[in-house]
């Protein structure tokens, strides 16, 4: 989908833009859509950012139990596993940008949804690394307390929350302490990391769901080519170079 800018507006909004915008582009997750860039076309300079066929997350939860939620909230923390463990941050994380596929892939199923997480922030996150990764979490949290309550939250208001379980009694204790500890400003009550959050959905599904989701065409996931690479030396029968060219971010380091 592209964007138009005003002329005059051009030169000013380009210079406000993150500068890892590229970095962000080098990564692929099922989870995770393509980020927003600037492109030029006769004259005119746009914002380019991915479309996606889906629903926001609140109008797909309609209907749905917890454990769809528990999946959406899987999918969209295996994303942010990928992006925080590259220094980069989401930074624009609400219901809006978290969109459950209307054309799931034949692997899905009602209880894990098929969600990309979409539209990461043009600018800059404020402070360090770490506390973006933070304000990422707490995004999450207020998209899962959106769900269970049908109340909007802005994570970035600092406010007492009422407990789910008092809006909706429905909510279960230990999905309910979940969603609580993502909205936790204090770092020493809150989610350290992705892992850790993974780990607890698990307990909720029954599942191991820590470490990152890493598919074929991840760039993680180069065993292929090694093999070939080791194949390829091992009928060398003297010094052998092997040189290694893709496009950037497919995991050639």
């Not at 780990?199 to 065409?217: C, F, K, M, Q, Y």
Request: net charge positive; charged share 25%.
């Amino acid at each position: 989908m592209l964007k138009p800018l005003p002329p005059a507006r051009e030169r000013a909004f380009a210079g406000l833009l993150r500068t890892d915008l590229g970095e962000l582009a080098s990564l692929k997750h099922p989870c995770l859509a393509s980020p927003v860039r600037l492109c030029r076309e006769g004259g005119q300079t746009y914002l380019a950012r991915p479309y996606v066929e889906g629903t926001d997350v609140l109008a797909a939860s309609r209907g749905k139990g917890e454990r769809w939620l528990v999946g959406v909230l899987s999918s969209a923390a295996r994303a942010l596993a990928l992006l925080h463990r590259f220094g980069l941050a989401h930074g624009n994380l609400k219901s809006a940008n978290l969109l459950v596929r209307r054309r799931p892939p034949p692997t899905s199923d009602e209880a894990t949804p098929a969600v990309a997480l979409s539209d990461p922030a043009w600018w800059p996150s404020p402070g360090l690394a770490g506390a973006a990764h933070a304000a990422d979490l707490r995004g999450l949290g207020a998209v899962g307390y959106s769900i269970l309550t049908g109340r909007a939250l802005d994570p970035s208001v600092e406010k007492a929350l009422e407990r789910p379980r008092k809006l909706s009694p429905a909510v279960s204790t230990d999905l309910e302490r979940v969603i609580l500890k993502l909205l936790q400003r204090d770092p020493r009550k809150g989610y350290e990391s992705t892992d850790d959050l993974l780990a607890d959905l698990g307990r909720l599904t029954g599942e191991s769901l820590t470490g990152l989701l890493r598919p074929a065409s991840c760039f993680l996931d180069r065993e292929a080519e090694l093999r070939r690479a080791r194949a390829l030396l091992d009928e060398a029968r003297g010094p052998t170079a092997i040189a290694v060219t893709a496009e950037a971010g497919m995991g050639k380091s």
